[in-house]
């Protein structure tokens, strides 16, 4: 039996409700293995965090994983990555170990020249979308900051209040715990773990993980 690694990958909270939650993609993913025959051999997983980004750490350990003759099955491409150039990397990475990569929306298959081909053209589509979505909300922002209106999202430490953002007393302690302990030595991850267990909340998702902890060090700066 073929052996498979799976990845799955959500940005935000919102695409819970939008058909690719972390459990609808392991499902799709479990399914479509049953049916060809493949062993699921490991699942990664990396949520809140960006397809822009290439320094994941589920989808650097899966790729670690791969094996000559397996295959890292994904539900879209969307989920893999956003970025062109990333999306070629990670296509030459599993090339160079002897593996195949599945994108199950797409329906392509890299053991297969066809599949090499539209897997590569559907990168460029991919950063095309990101891009003119870029477009439009650097737009809508501009217009909203000339109008002198409040015009992104809520920033950990501060609450909108109608067209203004204003401090957050719970959010700007913990902002100011983190900055504590990191002066203290402490790495992100310990940083991360410390939160969690103290009960202290992020913004948009259950628990902090290493990258939104590292933002707010980075905006704090």
């Not at 890299?110 to 003119?132: C, H």
Request: aromatic residues 6%; proline residues 1%; glycine residues 6%.
């Amino acid at each position: 039996m073929k052996k498979a690694i799976g990845y799955i990958r959500v940005s935000t909270k919102t695409q819970v409700t939008e058909g690719v939650s972390l459990q609808a993609q392991r499902e799709k993913i479990e399914a479509w293995c049953l049916i060809n025959d493949y062993e699921l051999t490991a699942l990664y997983a990396d949520e809140g965090i960006s397809g822009t980004k290439s320094d994941r750490d589920g989808i650097t350990s899966a790729l670690e994983d791969v094996t000559a003759g397996s295959a890292l099955v994904v539900a879209s491409l969307s989920r893999l990555t956003r970025s062109t150039k990333d999306m070629i990397i990670f296509a030459e990475t599993l090339a160079k170990r002897g593996a195949d990569l599945i994108s199950l929306t797409e329906k392509i298959d890299t053991t297969t020249a066809a599949g090499k081909m539209v897997f590569r053209m559907m990168g460029v589509l991919n950063e095309f979308e990101r891009d003119q979505v870029s477009e439009r909300t650097k737009a809508a922002l501009a217009y909203k900051k000339s109008n002198n209106q409040a015009y992104n999202h809520e920033p950990y430490g501060y609450v909108r209040k109608g067209d203004d953002f204003v401090e957050n007393k719970t959010e700007i302690t913990a902002i100011e715990l983190i900055k504590k302990q990191r002066a203290a030595g402490k790495s992100i991850r310990q940083i991360v773990a410390i939160l969690n267990k103290k009960g202290i909340a992020p913004k948009k998702s259950a628990q902090w993980n290493p990258s939104s902890v590292h933002y707010l060090l980075k905006r704090a700066a």
